[in-house]
């Protein structure tokens, strides 16, 4: 049984519904050992009769078996296995990928061979040596002669030790010198043992094979063997198939790259814009929202949460104790069980007392027991208030001392309360105290205890109107607000209502966090818009970077590569510019957060840009996946190309 048979093998091209006969029932048995010149003038369907024998087009009818194996039975896989180690190509056009030297040329089969890196590079060397190019490795195909490139194609096809060497025209483009070179190459490799099969409508050529296989109009009229075959050993070198992996095809996606550097640039500029618009929108969002926050901290303790029952305004007198707002046994257990709080304090708030130095009377416009919310840092003279003591708000104390409101501390005053006793009667709570300090943020405020026990002597009955609850930390106060905020009741109309109100600047931030977040979110989603514009971008520069690599995916596919590494190539590119991009889009932000943070850090001692390491982390992943998406229909292109037509589109 020879090695290479074909059996009545018929293909036909269609225009519509008409019908066009290339092959018209071919019968042919080629053996390892053999040059066969397969004769003929052109259109009598020479390149049809090698694009089956490759490999390249199983549509069609009859059989061709090597070694024993079924061609047109066989599974993509088996195609792909076929292409990249049992057979060879030598086109007429060279077909070299243009952005690879010479040296990678060759290295692209070997990347589907099981040699170590080294040992790959050791086989590519040695080829071009044999074809007489051991000095024109590191050049790209450009800069080499026709004959030169022919010569990188032969290496090229000999790179996996293929049994068949297939040559279409090989020397359809070169000068006569240049013809004998490679013929007299491609005569070597029969003598080696493999089976070649060049096509050439040249009588010249034909004769340097063993055997010519003369076709016309889809027919073989004649086979003549004009000398002795090559002696072909019966030594069979087991081959272990593997493909490219992924890392060979990110290389191939690599060197493109660094070959289209001018109009890649402009894509990763592109791109970079969209996403460093929404990395420092959301740095600028959360350099504000900290600046603020910080601002209003500053004011007051941030740990402290102040909380009222939840009762309509209309339902409580401002001058009276009513029992509604009061904050009873019951409402302190459920604070002390909500996680993370370390303090509960009873506080009380009245409105609008007045105090007495001297000869002189004030109105208090703000006035509550000392809790949490007040800060000791902010004490600019004296104390905290102890017992029947009072600590002065520096604009009351202003009012009462204008030029030395600091010498007030130690003095003593006498502060008027509105409240109501036990039978519900109005009475003012009056007492002396010594005033403890003066305070430049809070109100003026004397402690629980003294304010209950100056009410006692009036038959006054003082129970908390509010609590302030402490966080153990800052990080938990907004899960300890939305905490209180879930507790219900039940009002008037038999509706679920919050049960307790958050008041104080701990509900402020809050509330402003939540806005700024919002106009943020809004801000970047906006910038956002440019990512859409980037995605399209990168989509056609991919669908142009497709129809540009027709012939490379042809050259790949015709070696061996799966459509999987054709799609994997197109989308490492994608990959590429999106990590490029979004990288580039992060130093850009980080350098604009330096610039406009000096500026602000100079104008007014604070910095307004906080790009968080998650915020450009988040940028690099956006990038990445748009431009991932955007590969995901040009390499699905590109993987559906047909290697025969890729080969011969122009």
Excluded: C
């Excluded at 359809?172 to 013809?179: C, Y």
């Excluded at 330096?594 to 390491?613: D, E, G």
């Amino acid at each position: 049984m020879s090695f290479l048979e074909l059996k009545n093998v018929q293909k036909s091209f269609y225009l519509g519904k008409k019908k066009f006969p290339v092959l018209k029932g071919i019968n042919l048995s080629l053996d390892r050992g053999e040059f066969v010149s397969i004769l003929g003038e052109s259109g009598g369907g020479k390149t049809t009769l090698l694009n089956t024998i490759g490999g390249l087009d199983s549509q069609f009818e009859g059989d061709i078996l090597v070694d024993g194996k079924s061609l047109k039975k066989g599974s993509n896989k088996a195609l792909d296995n076929y292409r990249s180690h049992t057979v060879g190509f030598v086109f007429q056009s060279f077909h070299l990928i243009s952005h690879l030297t010479v040296l990678e040329n060759v290295l692209v089969p070997l990347e589907m061979s099981t040699l170590g890196r080294h040992q790959r590079t050791e086989r590519a060397k040695e080829l071009l040596t044999k074809v007489g190019l051991s000095d024109q490795m590191d050049k790209h195909p450009n800069q080499l002669s026709g004959g030169q490139k022919q010569r990188v194609a032969i290496a090229r096809a000999l790179a996996n030790d293929p049994e068949i060497i297939i040559a279409d025209e090989p020397t359809g483009a070169l000068d006569g010198q240049n013809t004998t070179e490679v013929l007299r190459i491609l005569d070597e490799i029969a003598q080696e043992g493999k089976l070649v099969i060049a096509v050439t409508h040249s009588q010249t050529v034909a004769n340097y094979g063993t055997r010519i296989v003369h076709l016309a109009n889809g027919v073989i009229d004649s086979d003549t063997s004009i000398r002795q075959k090559y002696l072909a050993s019966n030594f069979r070198r087991e081959k272990k198939i593997t493909h490219l992996s992924f890392g060979d095809t990110f290389r191939l996606a690599w060197e493109h790259m660094l070959y289209t550097k001018g109009r890649n640039i402009l894509i990763i500029l592109g791109a970079a814009i969209g996403i460093f618009s929404v990395i420092f929108m959301l740095g600028l969002g959360s350099g504000i929202t900290g600046y603020i926050n910080k601002q209003m901290s500053n004011q007051v303790n941030p740990n402290a949460i102040q909380v009222t029952k939840n009762v309509a305004s209309s339902q409580v007198n401002s001058s009276t104790d009513s029992s509604d707002i009061t904050m009873s046994d019951t409402d302190m257990q459920k604070f002390a069980k909500i996680d993370h709080v370390k303090k509960i304090e009873k506080a009380y708030f009245a409105q609008a007392p007045k105090v007495r130095y001297e000869k002189k009377t004030i109105a208090v416009p703000y006035f509550q027991t000392w809790n949490a919310t007040e800060k000791t840092g902010d004490i600019i003279a004296g104390s905290k208030p102890g017992k029947n003591e009072i600590i002065l708000l520096k604009s009351d104390a202003n009012r009462i001392n204008k030029k030395h409101y600091k010498s007030l501390v130690g003095k003593k005053l006498t502060i008027y309360i509105p409240s109501q006793d036990k039978d519900k009667k109005p009475v003012q709570v009056q007492t002396k105290l010594t005033i403890s300090g003066i305070i430049k943020s809070g109100s003026t405020a004397i402690s629980y205890d003294t304010l209950k026990s100056a009410s006692s002597n009036y038959n006054v009955s003082i129970k908390p109107n509010f609590v302030t609850l402490t966080a153990d930390n800052t990080l938990n106060v907004k899960a300890i607000q939305d905490k209180i905020k879930g507790y219900k009741t039940t009002n008037a109309k038999g509706k679920k209502v919050p049960a307790y109100t958050i008041t104080g600047v701990g509900a402020i931030i809050d509330s402003l966090n939540t806005y700024l977040k919002l106009a943020f979110d809004v801000l970047a989603a906006i910038a956002g818009i440019s990512l859409v514009v980037s995605a399209i971008m990168i989509i056609v520069v991919l669908y142009i970077s497709v129809s540009e690599r027709t012939h490379e995916i042809g050259i790949l596919r015709a070696i061996g590569a799966r459509k999987k590494d054709i799609r994997n190539m197109f989308i490492s590119e994608s990959f590429l510019i999106g990590l490029v991009s979004g990288t580039f889009a992060v130093i850009i932000a980080y350098l604009v957060q330096f610039a406009a943070n000096s500026a602000t850090q100079n104008a007014f001692k604070a910095t307004i840009v906080n790009i968080s390491p998650g915020n450009a982390i988040f940028g690099i992943v956006v990038s990445i996946v748009i431009s991932l998406i955007a590969a995901l229909a040009p390499s699905h292109r590109a993987a559906k190309l047909d290697p025969r037509d890729s080969l011969t589109d122009e």
